[in-house]
DNA sequence: ACCTGAACACCGTTCAAGT
DNA sequence: ACCTGAACACCGTTCAAGT
């Protein structure tokens, strides 16, 4: 009634919809989480953020834990583009296979929260929905492809790709975990440094 | 009233204590945290299983972050101690080195949940208490022993030992996280095939 | 160093009823 | 495919008061 507009007044017309409420609220959630965890996301601010009644979200997810299902998937599907571009920008083969690891560590770091939701236990392995788990290995998959490229190149042993894509996957991963963690010291850029090395090691081993 | 004892009647006498509600408190949580995981663990049925009111933890411990902090130092005091074990049972060196990291993926795989509470960012390092500090890096120095023993030995690179370590240590721990989080196939001994692979690999390296 | 009991400000989820 | 509003069964945490 007075001209400063006391309350958002939330919705100005009685029109339902977002045109894409599903999408909304994944969007919504990734926000949260980035800037204030994974313990900080709570449907009902969720909700409320988007101007949208508490109860709607049900309409698009059974429970939260689908909602964090689909934050992992999307997470993968990052992930995804961002290995594979990585990997084209630096001309494949060796090059390739190192910034692969590079880009990997920094999205990790770069959205810690994010990445935790992908592989922090949210989503249980028995029931996760098989998009995520489409994405997830078709990620898995850059990397396999890229040991294979480089076994054809004589630059890698000739083990079993995917044992070899793992202890990888592992050593990376690993890497990107402890940098998250904070269990690499607070200084800045020693995970870059820790990647960097592991990298080279990977390829030359730690014996003599 | 009745010989069949109807109800467990919680505390016989109006004495307080239990000589140790701290230790207690810990156990109960870390019998908790490993029958159903982290998200199953609340202070009121803590204390309910303890026969102790819901406001007693309170004398404790801070919040319930800090207990989850004391859960974690009893991980890396218990993994501590396994390392070591195995370490000196497969006679140091080369084997003492491989037993070890044998023993920290089983050690994660035993115990899943309790592992993710070491390192699910429950406790933030910026306010990790200082017992947890210290306990965690005794369990890396062994590590970081064992790298400078093999090194003496003319068995590894003469790298930086704690940047090696910290190498070695992403690696395991990446297999570990895998595991637990069932990436690596729902298959019995995929976990034990692949740190074997990857602790041989971590000597050789991938390259040819 | 513990206890009880009440209270506060939250949660996720369900349901009945609307449009 | 959304909405409101009320309700249920939980949470962690605090406080006042006891022993």
């Not at 919809?17 to 969720?46: N, S």
Request: contains cysteine; charged residues 20%; positive net charge.
């Amino acid at each position: 009634v007075s001209p400063v507009a006391p309350r958002p007044q939330r919705r100005k017309r009685s029109q339902y919809h977002h045109g894409d409420l599903r999408r909304a609220l994944i969007d919504e959630a990734v926000r949260t989480i980035q800037r204030e965890g994974v313990e900080a996301l709570t449907l009902r601010t969720a909700g409320k953020h988007l101007g949208v009644s508490r109860t709607a979200l049900y309409r698009h997810f059974a429970d939260k834990a689908a909602l964090l299902a689909a934050v992992a998937t999307e997470g993968f599907r990052t992930l995804h583009s961002e290995l594979i571009s990585s990997w084209k920008q630096a001309g494949q083969g060796r090059d390739g296979f190192h910034a692969m690891g590079i880009a990997y560590v920094r999205f990790a770091v770069a959205n810690p929260s994010h990445y935790r939701v992908m592989f922090g236990g949210f989503v249980k392995a028995s029931e996760c929905d098989p998009e995520l788990m489409t994405e997830a290995s078709a990620a898995f998959q850059v990397l396999v492809n890229s040991l294979v490229e480089q076994q054809k190149a004589g630059l890698v042993r000739h083990d079993d790709p995917e044992q070899l894509a793992r202890f990888v996957w592992a050593t990376v991963h690993g890497v990107a975990m402890l940098a998250i963690d904070g269990q690499l010291g607070q200084e800045h850029g020693t995970a870059d440094a820790l990647i960097r090395f592991a990298i080279e090691r990977l390829g030359t081993g730690i014996g003599l």
